[in-house]
């Protein structure tokens, strides 16, 4: 009886052990696919759906291809909410959208973490292809500009966090995308990053060379067209305070955004049905203004702010918001946010 029992346990404990590496392979079932290549219709997610909590990461290249735009890294590491799945993009490489940026960004699946905690994350880009160095923590008397130098044109980019320092200002942020010609080698901030002042901002903010474009390589905006620069007029939340309304004889005439534009409709309290769109038709060029209060609705998120003053084409007229004002989406933010006709300009 004693053998025998001795026997049963011994095979319980073998039993036991026999499922261990089971379990370890069950557990990495979870993580996103990393494959691309795919259609809409066969894009998997794995076990992501809304509510899935993920760290997001930067991501990798796919054939040439990373998807992959300088102001989102502002969110590496960062915990985030899945809100939607999102299809894939041009490489076949399937996405989400995220709260924790208000689902502005297509965040690939490959490249994201599961859970909260701390989540292995791609280091920081190698320096470009036009030998911008990326390096920080360098010595204050022989900093590092590479192809950076007075009088060189270069498009401006939001700092990347570097051991937790991103040396950033919200006011900065209006310039982002922008081309700007360096005035001054400004050497390096406090964790080692070299940088420089440029004429864009009257030289007031230090940009960080690692965070740089060549102005050769032009700048992001519908239709590659460059980015309007900011005149530091508040006023009317930026708006031209020459446009008149729309059908009471006058043309637009000149502002903020230049000469020769056209104003568009003004009216609210409209509906579908008697909705005016003016000017405004798919494919129009626009420049974007911020939307003023209407009954003291400004339909506005701060997320929106970035492309006030930019110029993009109209992909879609919604017809009318809840204060009654016609909308459109257009191409810049690939449709996100609904723009108030009467806060745009046709040039």
């Known amino acids: 009886m004693i053998a025998r029992s001795a026997l049963f346990t011994l095979a319980l404990v073998v039993s036991a052990l ?32 809304p509510g899935t909590v993920v760290t997001l990461q930067r991501h990798r290249f796919v054939s ?17 909410r899945v809100t939607r799945l999102s299809g894939v993009d041009a490489a076949g490489c399937p996405g989400i959208r995220v709260d924790v940026d208000g689902g502005q960004w ?16 791609a280091e920081a ?19 590092n500009y590479g192809p950076i130098s007075t009088g060189t044109e270069v498009v401006l980019g939001r700092h990347r966090m570097v051991d937790g320092d991103d040396n950033w200002a919200d ?37 960080r060379v690692r965070d740089l474009r060549l102005g050769s390589g032009g700048d992001a905006g519908a239709g590659g067209g460059g980015l309007v620069a900011s005149t530091g007029v508040s006023s009317d939340h930026g708006r031209p305070a020459s ?15 230049g000469t020769g534009g056209s104003a568009t409709p003004q009216e609210c309290g409209l509906t579908d049905a008697t909705v005016q769109w ?11 203004g911020r939307h003023r209060p209407v009954n003291g609705d400004d339909n506005w998120s701060a997320e929106m702010d970035p492309f006030v003053g930019r110029q993009a084409r109209v992909q879609q007229l919604i017809g009318v918001d809840d204060q009654g004002c016609p909308v459109v989406h257009i191409d810049l933010d690939q449709g996100q946010w609904f723009w108030r006709v009467r806060d745009l300009t046709v040039p």
């Open 18 to 49: 026999a499922m261990v590496p089971l379990a370890s392979a069950q557990s990495t079932e979870g993580r996103p696919p990393q494959e691309c290549g795919m259609t809409e219709e066969a894009a998997r997610y794995g076990a992501l759906e």
């Open 64 to 80: 040439g291809d990373d998807n992959w735009d300088d102001q989102m890294a502002r969110w590496l590491g960062r915990a985030a």
């Open 106 to 121: 297509f965040w690939r699946v490959r490249d994201l973490g599961i859970g909260t905690g701390p989540q292995p994350r």
């Open 125 to 143: 880009r190698a320096p470009s292809a036009t030998g911008i160095p990326q390096q920080c923590r360098q010595d204050e008397m022989r900093p």
């Open 171 to 207: 006011e900065m942020q209006q310039f982002v995308g922008r081309r700007a010609r360096v005035v001054e080698l400004s050497g390096i901030d406090g964790v080692g990053c070299p940088g420089v002042r440029v004429d864009i901002d009257s030289r007031q903010w230090f940009w």
């Open 243 to 257: 446009v008149v309304a729309w059908g009471s004889g006058g043309g637009g005439g000149g502002g903020l955004f």
């Open 278 to 288: 003016g000017p405004i038709a798919v494919g129009a060029s626009v420049t974007i």
